[in-house]
């Protein structure tokens, strides 16, 4: 028997083909993962529009004439929080 790195054992004898219950199991840890990465990214995401709008607003409530270094900044941090949360999404498994 050899692990199969999803905590099921393929038997190695009969060529490792996976019985339809390893299958299932498989594809059932394989959703739950992306799940989770789904749920990752999406907050990710969500702090990154959070950080911009607030990075927008509350210095343009202030003072609208202007636009501050610290305005950028938060702009910039917002948008580094996007991109992070779309390399988040790479770590996907196929359900298949």
Do not use: C
């Not at 999803?6 to 799940?35: F, H, Q, T, W």
Request: positive net charge; without cysteine; proline residues 3%.
């Amino acid at each position: 028997m050899q692990n199969n790195g999803y905590g099921l054992d393929a038997n190695v004898s009969d060529g490792g083909i996976p019985s339809g219950s390893e299958v299932s199991a498989r594809k059932l840890a394989a959703k739950r993962v992306n799940e989770r990465v789904k749920l990752l990214a999406n907050l990710l995401n969500s702090l990154g529009i959070g950080v911009i709008g607030a990075g927008v607003i509350v210095p343009g409530v202030h003072d609208p004439t202007r636009i501050a270094l610290q305005t950028l900044a938060w702009i910039a941090t917002g948008l580094v929080l996007h991109l992070l949360a779309q390399s988040v999404l790479a770590f996907m498994r196929s359900e298949d």
